[in-house]
């Protein structure tokens, strides 16, 4: 059983794998079990060029990000389990809990984080469908899709981050909606305690 499992390996799955990561050592966090599927051949990153993007060296592919930002996580913070190569197909409620259905296997988790990109349709089947609707912030030409949600909250415990949660499509965007969401989750598990999760060059916060 996993607290929290991931869904989609793009920025703002990665970027809240990094969050939830890095507050690995709070007290709080000791037994906690997160996963993160991290299935890219959808990801919007697989032809996109980056310039514009806060920290990030310009010129820099967005396929090479893809390798670098799960290299990243692996060498930072291997308690984090990566499941490459599988795509999710549905996820159901099961009692207090999600059943999450990849090609491969099933996996069960309290919380899951949806973040498979605002591309239509959403394939995955089960109790996210009612939730889908036209992309609020997209050219309805584009025919994007979003889940409706409240500040990245699907429904207890299922949330949604980056395009998928009706954010415009930029990079730093969506990062920080993935970011966004890492510590809503930090703080759901510090009872209800505002948390964050910082580094610095004098003490960790
Ligand atoms: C051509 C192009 C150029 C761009 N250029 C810029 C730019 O210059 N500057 C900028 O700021 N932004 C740019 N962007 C936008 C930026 O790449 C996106 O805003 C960002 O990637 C969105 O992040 P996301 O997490 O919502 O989706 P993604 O990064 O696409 O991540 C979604 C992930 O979910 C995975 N997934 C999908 N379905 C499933 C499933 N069923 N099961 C498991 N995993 C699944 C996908 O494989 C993917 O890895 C560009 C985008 C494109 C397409």
Redesign the pocket.
């Known amino acids: 059983m996993f607290d929290c499992l991931i869904?989609?390996?793009?920025?703002?799955?990665v970027s809240c794998a990094l969050v939830l990561g890095s507050a690995l050592e709070k007290p709080f966090m000791l037994d906690k079990k997160i996963g993160i599927?991290?299935?890219?051949?959808?990801?919007?990153?697989?032809?996109?060029?980056?310039?514009?993007?806060y920290g990030i060296t310009p010129g820099t592919l967005?396929s090479d990000l893809?390798l670098q930002t799960t290299k990243d996580l692996q060498e930072l913070y291997p308690k984090i389990e990566q499941i490459a190569h599988?795509?999710?197909?549905s996820i159901v409620t099961e009692a207090d809990y999600f059943l999450v259905t990849?090609t491969h296997t099933i996996y069960e988790s309290k919380i899951v984080v949806v973040?498979?990109?605002?591309?239509n349709p959403f394939?995955?089947e089960g109790c996210l469908q009612p939730y889908v609707i036209p992309h609020r912030k997209s050219l309805a030409k584009k025919n994007r899709i979003q889940l409706a949600n409240n500040d990245h909250l699907v429904f207890k415990n299922a949330y949604v981050?980056?395009?998928?949660a009706g954010?415009r499509?930029?990079?730093?965007?969506?990062a920080g909606?993935?970011a966004a969401v890492a510590t809503d989750i930090l703080t759901l598990w510090n009872n209800g305690i505002e948390t964050h999760a910082h580094d610095s060059i004098r003490k960790k916060e």
């Open positions: 869904i989609g390996g793009g920025v703002s799955g599927i991290t299935h890219q051949k959808g990801s919007m990153l697989q032809d996109a060029l980056f310039n514009n993007a967005g893809l599988e795509k999710v197909v990849t973040a498979v990109n605002s591309s394939t995955i981050a980056g395009t998928l954010h499509s930029q990079l730093a965007i969506a909606s993935g």
